[in-house]
T-cell receptor, first 114, second 114 residues
C-alpha cells in the first residue's frame, strides 16, 4: 500500500517567515509533485521532480522553491511567506513513465499565513 | 499554455440517477487522462483512468470516454449513491522533461441526494 506522508496537517506562520513543508513516500517512486489547492481553482502544480536533485517548475512556482536530496523526500520551501500563500498544499508521488501514471497524494497541509 | 477545463463546477443529482462530468484539454500531446475523487477532508484518489489509444473504459458504475479529435473526455457515473458525493477532478498528462506533467481541472462538486 503506497504511503505518502506530510510533515504537518495544519500550520500557522507569520508574514515573512521561512516555511518548510516536507513530504515522504515509501514506494520508491521516481516522481514527486507539490500542488496547492484553492476553492474553484483545483490543483495547481507548483514544482515537480523526476529524480533526486532534479526539479522542474510547474505552473505557479513564484515564491516557492523545492529540494530533493533523497529519493523518498521532497520539500517545499516558502522563502518569505505571504498571506496569498495561505492554502492547502498537497504532495504526490508516482512511478516513472513518459505516458503518465497514477499519482498518490499525501493528506495535505493547511497553511495559514497571518 | 496547457489548460484543462471542467464542467459543471457543481452537480446535484437524485440517488439512482446518472451523473456526467465533462472536460476539455488544450495540449494535443496529452496521452493519459486520470480522474480523481476527493471526499471531504480527505486526499484525492484515482478512480479511473484512460490512455490516448483507448476510446472508452468502464469499471462497474464508472465509465470514461475520450474523444481525441475534439480533445474532450467525460466521466459517467450510473446509479449514483450518497457515497458518490465528493469533488471529482479530471486531469491530462503529457510528456515533459524527464517524465510527465499533469494538469488538473478545477473540480466538480457532486451532491447525491438520498
Amino acid at each position: 500500500d503506497v504511503k505518502v506522508t506530510q510533515s504537518s496537517r495544519y500550520l500557522v506562520k507569520r508574514t515573512g517567515e521561512k516555511v518548510f513543508l516536507e513530504c515522504v513516500q515509501d514506494m520508491d517512486h521516481e516522481n514527486m509533485f507539490w500542488y496547492r489547492q484553492d476553492p474553484g481553482l483545483g490543483l495547481r502544480l507548483i514544482y515537480f521532480s523526476y529524480d533526486v536533485k532534479m526539479k522542474e517548475k510547474g505552473d505557479i512556482p513564484e515564491g516557492y522553491s523545492v529540494s530533493r536530496e533523497k529519493k523518498e523526500r521532497f520539500s517545499l520551501i516558502l522563502e518569505s511567506a505571504s498571506t496569498n500563500q495561505t492554502s492547502m498544499y498537497l504532495c504526490a508521488s508516482s512511478r516513472q513513465g513518459f505516458a503518465g501514471s497514477t499519482q498518490y497524494f499525501g493528506p495535505g497541509t493547511r497553511l495559514t499565513v497571518l | 499554455g496547457e489548460n484543462v477545463e471542467q464542467h459543471p463546477s457543481t452537480l446535484s443529482v437524485q440517488e439512482g440517477d446518472s451523473a456526467v462530468i465533462k472536460c476539455t484539454y488544450s495540449d494535443s500531446a496529452s496521452n493519459y487522462f486520470p480522474w480523481y475523487k476527493q471526499e471531504l477532508g480527505k486526499r484525492p484518489q484515482l478512480i479511473i483512468d484512460i490512455r490516448s489509444n483507448v476510446g472508452e473504459k468502464k469499471d462497474q458504475r464508472i465509465a470514461v470516454t475520450l474523444n481525441k479529435t475534439a480533445k474532450h473526455f467525460s466521466l459517467h457515473i450510473t446509479e449514483t449513491q450518497p457515497e458518490d458525493s465528493a469533488v471529482y477532478f479530471c486531469a491530462a498528462s503529457m510528456a515533459h522533461t524527464g517524465g510527465f506533467k499533469t494538469i488538473f481541472g478545477a473540480g466538480t462538486r457532486l451532491f447525491v441526494k438520498a
